[in-house]
């Protein structure tokens, strides 16, 4: 706010790389609020759809729905350390969608960490844990033979004296 102006800056960003893709200033009167914030809105909407449609922030998945909102919940959780959690909403989302690859790896992520964190607490070893990782990255890997997700935590089973697996796994996933 400046005076009886408002000044507006508005950005969409590609948080992956977290990259500034548009930025657009907006000013107006204080007196004219709610057009402007329709007309910011507006404009904002525009914006955001010409980059999705121009493909620039990458393919959007074409996948159900319900699908996806449970595989952004578990990618929620698995940002909040939460690996229980976020491997039973990405479990629910390849129940809805068996065909998308990225709930796919992203299970095999959270399980890998489940069974990280499984033997780091001393609970003991069950080897159900990083085979359920193992055949979810498999079938990412099966969906999509360039998800990098999937390759990494194949790197990541693999036994630690298997070095050059390792670095065959990771050269890929990159």
Do not use: C
Request: charged share 20%; hydrophobic share 45%.
């Amino acid at each position: 706010r400046a005076g009886n102006g408002i000044h507006v800056i508005a950005q969409l960003m590609d948080i992956q790389n977290n990259r500034v893709v548009w930025t657009h200033a907006y000013d107006g009167a204080i007196t004219r609020m709610a057009t402007l914030a329709h007309d910011f809105a507006q404009q904002i909407a525009g914006a955001a759809g010409k980059l999705l449609s121009s493909s620039s922030f990458g393919q959007a998945p074409h996948v159900n729905p319900a699908a996806y909102g449970r595989y952004l919940r578990g990618r929620a959780l698995y940002q909040q350390h939460d690996p229980g959690g976020a491997a039973a909403e990405f479990e629910a989302s390849v129940r809805l969608a068996p065909d998308f690859a990225r709930g796919w790896s992203a299970l095999a992520a959270a399980r890998w960490l489940l069974a990280r964190e499984t033997l780091l607490a001393n609970r003991g070893y069950d080897a159900s844990l990083p085979n359920a990782a193992r055949a979810a990255a498999q079938r990412a890997l099966a969906l999509d033979p360039g998800n990098g997700e999937a390759q990494g935590v194949l790197a990541l089973l693999i036994p630690s004296t298997r070095l050059e697996d390792i670095d065959r796994h990771l050269k890929r996933a990159l």
